[in-house]
Structure formats: structure tokens, C-alpha cells
């Protein structure tokens, strides 16, 4: 009888975990659960490179 062990996922609580998605107007957008978020106006208009570099850097920060 073979056994398999299961790891345990620990979730990283002390860094921020923001998503990239496609706004429908057009542009990209990044939203942490935190409430951060990035700018959410109809002017600027992200990339999908700079909306993930805005992620990165937020998800670099130490959560509360």
C-alpha cells in the first residue's frame, strides 16, 4: 500500500496579492483585496506592462 503526504499551503499573509485584468473600456487595471488599486480613470489608460509592474510593486509592500 503506497501513501502519499500532503503538503500544507501556507499562505503568504505578509505581502499583498493584487490581479491584472482588462478593464472593458479598454486599458488594464491592477486591484488588491487590500483596497489598493490602480488609477481607475477613463484618461489613463494602462498597459498590460505597466499595470503589472504597478502590481509588482505593490505586492513588494508588507500587508498590515
Do not use: K, N
Amino acid at each position: 500500500m503506497t501513501t502519499t503526504t500532503r503538503r500544507r499551503i501556507h499562505p503568504d499573509l505578509a505581502h499583498h496579492h493584487p490581479r491584472v485584468t482588462r478593464r472593458p473600456g479598454g486599458g488594464w487595471t491592477w486591484e488588491c483585496e487590500c483596497g489598493g488599486a490602480s488609477a481607475r480613470s477613463v484618461v489613463a489608460r494602462l498597459t498590460w506592462h505597466q499595470a503589472y509592474v504597478g502590481a509588482l510593486i505593490h505586492s513588494a509592500s508588507i500587508a498590515p
